[in-house]
């Protein structure tokens, strides 16, 4: 089993940074060799349906992302630290929602987007004021 726990959250105005962290416990990805091991960062605002905002693949590092995040936000890992970051730039209002870590043992790139993952954080709420 593994465990998420996100932090970083916050309130901030528009054109504001913020980092989000997710660091997981428990059977953790540390020392896979495989490449299927995915982290992936989804939100959820309200009265709206959880959207995929990002996602990297524990191994290789490889990306994806929403196109609504595209040159803002970054994802990234640190593997020693079982830590998958989400740096968010350029914040706007749109952007206010609980923020959710997922992670998944074997997940192919073409499926990063897919809301399937088995493990999931609590959340962390990011609001952004205009």
């Known amino acids: 089993q593994v465990q998420l726990v996100e932090s970083g959250g916050g309130l901030v105005q528009a054109g504001d940074s913020l980092r989000l962290s997710c660091t997981a416990s428990?059977?953790?990805?540390?020392?896979?060799?495989?490449?299927?091991?995915?982290m992936a960062w989804f939100r959820q605002a309200p009265g709206k349906e959880r959207e995929f905002v990002a996602a990297?693949?524990?191994?290789?590092?490889?990306?994806s992302y929403a196109d609504f995040v595209k040159g803002r936000f970054t994802i990234s890992r640190d593997n020693a630290k079982n830590t998958v970051y989400l740096q968010m730039n350029s914040l706007k209002s749109e952007d206010t929602a609980v923020y959710y870590c997922?992670?998944?043992?074997?997940?192919?790139?073409?499926?990063?987007?897919?809301?399937?993952?088995?493990?999931w954080g609590q959340g962390t709420q990011v609001t952004v004021s205009s």
């Open positions: 997922a992670a998944d043992a074997a997940r192919g790139v073409e499926f990063f987007r897919t809301p399937t993952y088995p493990y």
């Open positions: 428990g059977h953790t990805f540390s020392g896979r060799t495989d490449s299927s091991v995915a």
């Open positions: 990297i693949s524990w191994r290789s590092g490889t990306t």
